[in-house]
């Protein structure tokens, strides 16, 4: 987790992401997987990784008493990733927060996928940046224009 870039939004884009635990509504063991969910982000389970795994293996931005003074002297980035989660604003925390890189249609994961695919081909240089980009693009304006977005 880091500072978004700040563009022409005052205090950046206020955004972060993260993995959330989700337990699905037929879910025959809720109970169960809420107790795990809870634990997982516990002091006592965050100090026990710390203590049996090392620092790093601590999950980050799970609680502010993650951040203790020998965790910000033993991770080089954790006093800037630690005001980063402090900076953001959440003035209403039953509104989920968007920032400014999301947009919400329902292409958007797809858009998500097929970019991403691409950008994973130029890494393992199957592809050359050129080419990926030019297919990226290709490939949104074919979902925006089956969705209706544009005629184009």
């Known amino acids: 987790m880091t500072y978004a870039p700040i563009g022409t939004t005052t205090k950046g884009a206020q955004w972060f992401w993260s993995w959330n635990f989700a337990i699905p509504h037929l879910s025959q063991n809720k109970a ?32 502010h ?8 002297q033993a991770i080089p980035y954790a006093s800037y990733e630690y005001n980063a989660l402090l900076a953001t604003e959440l003035d209403n925390i039953n509104v989920p927060t ?40 290709h490939q949104s304006e074919a979902v925006m224009k089956r969705a209706g977005y544009y005629q184009n």
């Not at 169960?32 to 997982?40: D, F, H, R, T």
């Not at 008493?65 to 910000?72: E, G, H, L, P, Q």
Request: aromatic fraction near 14%.
């Open 98 to 137: 968007t920032g400014s890189q999301f947009v919400p249609i329902p292409e958007f994961t797809a858009l998500g996928y097929l970019v991403g695919v691409q950008i994973n081909l130029a890494v393992k240089q199957q592809l050359s940046i050129r080419e990926a980009l030019k297919t990226a693009q």
């Open 65 to 72: 008493s993650t951040y203790s003074d020998s965790y910000v």
């Open 32 to 63: 169960v997987a809420q107790e795990l969910a809870y634990w997982l982000t516990s002091k006592e389970f965050i100090t026990l990784v710390k203590s049996k795994y090392g620092y790093y293996a601590a999950p980050a931005g799970t609680r």
